[in-house]
């Protein structure tokens, strides 16, 4: 029998020691997610920039900056409007690009599209209601709500209780998707219901709801075009592509096109100085707190941080869902103490906390997909370039040259933007979807939903129905920052689902979001 070479022994040895720290690491009891989500995604940190190199990033980069400025540039205007001009378009952009370049160069999922959404600016103006009778300074207060939910996050994913989302399912997503969506075309009609002024006696108001419906309308009609049989689909990919930001450019100038359109002074975006924050001198403003006030801070952050923790998991969830085939591993303790970092500095800077968003997390990876001649997904473009560029794009943007041309951008563009991206969302949402097979008349087809009994599928959307209407509801009333509580239910209701529904029933309408690989870590 020959003996092992010294080489091979070495390398046996190297393979036994990596293993016994690994074992070690494994049952530490702090940072274990942390550590192994750091782990399995290294490795492939060379090939997230070298795996750019495919013609999907461009429409994917485009797409993902038009998707994330207009509507955080409509929750500015949203926040500008209540919290007495507090925050405006430097303040969204600023965070929106902070997030996009570390998430895009740091994070562990790269594909999971990070800015302002709408339940972080709900969050913001119903702090700024509370606060203002008791006449605490805002900026020092909102500073010490981001360093408390800076310290939750590290506490949430130091303590690896990141983990419970490994009992998410796909109808908390489905749920957060449909409200999302929702809450974008309730968005869309107050941005509408604001043009509508004594002064004109109404025509401004009236040209604003024409031009957002029109820009709605084909807007759906593009992004929705792969599903048509016209063209090829190198033709129906490319007007998929580009159909958002086409809209865009098409209505902010159809307004001088002339004719009765010069009798009409549509309201337009109200913009700052470059690089300059909107209602104060410096950025940084964490003086003047009591340090009883810096306590009152505390349940905010509390709030804040329960708020981040669903809301950036379940979008980075629908972001890896099963149907996009991705292959590269996941990093949902990492990205969480990553996304406590950005909080802390957004709250020093005295910007929106951005954390991540629906539905441009899901569209992102979508606009990354390779298909084949049929339009089946072989695969995605699983990369970091599109996230950066679109975050430095941003950065680009807080230019006095590109705020200028924001600032010629009509709100009813603003409008029509919510309008494509809630009914593009809701067109590809499974809960829409269930409710079309249930208003089928010929339900003799290859869905699975046809193999559910009816009364089983009817209860099921109710369920559905029931959730979403609790989560757009409660955003619609002064307790809006007790947001995270109802999807927080909605998460615990799914564990009664298997004394309802057969397994069978439950592997057709619910089921894990995303592939095994993908929650190993949790």
């Not at 339940?119 to 408390?148: A, C, G, H, Q, R």
């Not at 809701?426 to 087809?445: P, Q, S, T, V």
């Not at 009364?455 to 209407?469: D, I, Q, R």
Request: hydrophobic share 45%.
């Amino acid at each position: 029998m020959t003996e092992p070479s010294k080489s091979a022994i070495t390398v046996t040895g190297d393979e036994l020691e990596r293993k016994t720290v690994w074992h070690r690491v494994r049952h530490f009891p702090l940072c274990r997610g942390i550590i192994a989500d750091v782990r399995d995604r290294l490795p492939y940190y060379r090939s997230d920039w070298t795996d750019a190199w495919n013609y999907r990033v461009i429409p994917a980069t485009i797409l993902t900056y038009f998707t994330n400025i207009f509507p955080a540039i409509a929750f500015a205007q949203d926040m500008f409007d209540r919290t007495d001009n507090s925050y405006g378009v430097n303040e969204v952009l600023l965070a929106s690009a902070l997030a996009g370049v570390v998430f895009g160069v740091f994070s562990g999922q790269p594909l999971t599209i990070v800015g302002v959404t709408g339940p972080i600016s709900i969050f913001n103006y119903t702090v700024y209601e509370i606060i203002k009778p008791l006449d605490i300074p805002f900026f020092p207060f909102m500073f010490w709500i981001s360093i408390w939910g800076m310290i939750c996050h590290f506490i949430i994913s130091m303590t690896n209780s990141v983990s419970a989302l490994k009992y998410v399912t796909k109808f908390p997503c489905d749920i957060f998707g449909m409200f999302i969506n929702i809450v974008y075309l309730i968005k869309g009609v107050e941005i509408l219901s604001r043009q509508f002024t004594p002064q004109d006696s109404g025509a401004s108001g009236f040209a604003s709801v024409v031009v957002a419906i029109s820009m709605g309308i084909v807007g759906f009609a593009g992004n929705s075009f792969n599903e048509t049989n016209y063209f090829n689909r190198h033709v129906r990919q490319f007007i998929v592509d580009y159909t958002t930001p086409g809209c865009v450019v098409f209505f902010s100038g159809f307004i001088h096109f002339g004719g009765y359109l010069n009798n009409v002074e549509l309201a337009k975006l109200p913009i700052t100085k470059a690089f300059r924050p909107t209602g104060r001198e410096h950025w940084i403003d964490v003086s003047g707190l009591k340090v009883n006030d810096v306590f009152l801070a505390l349940p905010f952050g509390i709030i804040l941080a329960i708020l981040f923790y669903f809301d950036h998991s379940i979008s980075a969830l629908m972001a890896q869902d099963e149907k996009y085939k991705l292959k590269k591993p996941s990093a949902f303790h990492y990205d969480l103490f990553l996304l406590g970092i950005v909080t802390g500095i957004a709250g020093l800077l005295g910007i929106p906390c951005p954390n991540g968003l629906i539905p441009q997390a899901p569209l992102h990876t979508e606009s990354c997909l390779v298909r084949d001649k049929k339009g089946r997904v072989t695969g995605c473009v699983e990369q970091r370039f599109t996230n950066t560029v679109q975050g430095l794009m941003l950065f680009g943007t807080m230019t006095r040259p590109l705020l200028v041309c924001l600032g010629n951008i009509p709100q009813c563009v603003l409008a029509g933007m919510f309008f494509i991206m809630g009914s593009t969302g809701l067109n590809g949402n499974e809960i829409f979807n269930r409710i079309r097979f249930i208003c089928r008349h010929d339900k003799a087809d290859p869905s699975p939903l046809s193999l559910v009994p009816q009364k089983k599928l009817y209860l099921f959307v109710m369920f559905s129905l029931l959730g979403t209407a609790a989560e757009v509801g409660i955003v619609q009333t002064k307790g809006s920052i007790g947001f995270p509580l109802v999807l927080l239910l909605s998460v615990i209701l799914t564990m009664w689902f298997p004394k309802l529904f057969t397994r069978e029933e439950l592997d057709i309408m619910d089921g894990p979001v995303a592939h095994e690989n993908t929650l190993k870590n949790l």
